[in-house]
């Protein structure tokens, strides 16, 4: 199983950002996935959830209306638009496996290996 995500990067606040994370290994489709957010001193935080045909989304209250979640199931890609961007949205965010409804952040072991999100003026 392997989760590569790309995309991150340094950017202004009410700047945008999309995220991408490739999966290999295991039956993408099949799988509801999600974005977690490791923010620096703080716990992990599920931002995100999509289920496998897309046709249902999660977002935590702290990105509703500014975060977007889709998948391409044919290209095995997880994808989070983010738009207006806020200095707390700093973090490591991963792409995960979700077995998961909700806002309960799946364990570590189904996290790839994380992309850095910086918003700094």
């Known amino acids: 199983v392997q989760l590569v995500e790309s995309g991150g990067g340094m950017v202004q606040p009410g700047g945008s950002l999309r995220l991408s994370c490739v999966a290999s290994g295991f039956s993408f489709s099949g799988y509801d996935m999600c974005w977690v957010r490791q923010a620096p001193g703080k716990g992990p935080e599920k931002v995100s959830g999509?289920?496998?045909?897309?046709?249902?989304?999660y977002y935590a209250d702290s990105v509703k209306g500014r975060f977007t979640i889709s998948r391409d199931n044919a290209k095995n890609t997880l994808y989070l638009q983010m738009n207006s961007l806020k200095p707390e949205d700093t973090g490591l965010y991963y792409c995960?496996?979700?077995?998961?409804?909700?806002?309960?952040?799946?364990?570590?072991?189904?996290w790839g290996q994380g992309t850095q999100v910086t918003v700094s003026s």
């Open positions: 999509i289920n496998t045909g897309g046709g249902s989304t």
């Open positions: 995960a496996r979700d077995p998961y409804r909700g806002k309960r952040v799946p364990p570590s072991g189904y």
